[in-house]
């Protein structure tokens, strides 16, 4: 069984970055499903606007039709913010059709290869046959973006595991689910945290996230630039140590950010991590129902 290639996204305040990233899935997506918020609400409840000019845009874009935008009220008053982002990503999921792969990306995820990750993806199409008694999630890397300064970005200097696709959508928390781990050898530039003051303060407020921010997390964000990075470490808006260090892209171009990305050994995951991480998940699991 070979299954669809659907692709779905959460969009919201930040909807404009979704000219960056849905480049890079397109050409290999059987369909891309865009879940937006009927009444223009985030999980907390604030209002937010999107231009019509973006849906003019995705018109355009959409030369081969694959782009459906699906509207529903994602927003419940008394669920707290990740219980509306794991009802919403239910929701999403069931209209991208059980029985193909689940691929949801967030608006500021820009995959490096596509075209690789759905290669290495297919390798793994028996486990769309029973989806509901062999789950599967399937994580990749992000390289997290963190901050635009003058000259450049600053990044953290790891990647760090991200899930990405599932074929049974029981999330527990975000994209999770109870289930084994395959790792696949994929980089996702996450522009989560490199935007404005404003829209940074906005999205604090207002992500699945909101409840464990650190105190001290956006203090050191503003501090922090090309020049001083260096002085700094701990970087981690939850658990600060997480993010150990930074480091600096010399440019803001992404098409040149991803050729350095892939250029670069120290970003790379190797082979032997690979190998350990998928088998531990794989004894792990391997007596468990």
Not at 7 to 33: C, H, Q
Not at 96 to 123: A, P, T
Not at 229 to 254: A, C, S, V
């Amino acid at each position: 069984m070979s299954g669809k290639i659907q692709v779905g996204y959460l969009v919201s305040y930040d909807y404009e970055l979704l000219k960056n990233s849905i480049p890079t899935i397109y050409n290999e997506a059987d369909n891309v499903f865009l879940a937006i918020d009927i009444n223009r609400r985030t999980w907390n409840g604030e209002n937010y606007v999107i231009d019509d000019t973006f849906f003019e845009w995705i018109e355009a874009y959409d030369v081969e039709k694959k782009i459906v935008v699906y509207e529903d009220n994602f927003y419940v008053s008394n669920l707290t913010t990740m219980e509306c982002e794991i009802r919403e990503r239910k929701m999403l999921s069931e209209k991208m059709g059980i029985g193909n792969w689940l691929i949801q990306i967030d608006c500021d995820e820009y995959f490096v290869n596509f075209q690789h990750f759905v290669k290495e993806l297919s390798k793994y199409n028996s486990y769309l046959e029973m989806p509901i008694r062999k789950p599967i999630q399937i994580a990749a890397f992000w390289l997290i973006l963190y901050k635009y300064t003058t000259n450049g970005i600053l990044y953290v200097d790891k990647p760090t595991k991200a899930i990405f696709a599932t074929n049974s959508p029981n999330y527990t928390v975000g994209r999770r689910i109870k289930a084994q781990t395959i790792y696949l050898n994929s980089m996702i530039l996450h522009e989560s945290l490199s935007r404005t003051e404003e829209a940074l303060r906005f999205k604090l407020q207002n992500w699945g996230h909101n409840s464990q921010i650190n105190q001290e997390f956006l203090n050191k964000w503003l501090i922090v630039d090309e020049d001083n990075y260096h002085q700094f470490e701990d970087f981690y808006y939850i658990e600060p140590e997480r993010w150990k260090k930074l480091g600096f892209f010399p440019t803001k171009n992404m098409n040149e950010v991803k050729k350095w990305v892939e250029s670069s050994k120290n970003l790379s995951i190797s082979n032997t991590s690979l190998f350990f991480k998928n088998g531990g998940q794989w004894f792990k699991f391997l007596f468990k129902k």
